[in-house]
């Protein structure tokens, strides 16, 4: 199951928070790679590169862990 409320930032600007689901939706980056940030309260925090190619939609699994 997903987490909710997980602040997720993407290349330092893009800020959002998780769903009930634990999901994030995200339109229009750019081709190539990026970084996604997630943080949330008693987990670590994880750092990933993800790319993007256009015209598909990228899907990311990100494992939190708790402190």
Excluded: C, P, W
């Excluded at 600007?13 to 009930?20: A, D, G, M, P």
């Amino acid at each position: 199951a997903g987490i909710a409320h997980v602040i997720v930032v993407i290349d330092g600007t893009i800020n959002r928070r998780s769903t009930e689901l634990g999901n994030v939706h995200v339109q229009s980056l750019i081709e190539g790679t990026h970084t996604i940030d997630a943080s949330l309260l008693g987990y670590v925090s994880v750092s990933q590169n993800f790319n993007v190619i256009a015209g598909e939609t990228t899907k990311i699994t990100i494992a939190m862990v708790k402190v």
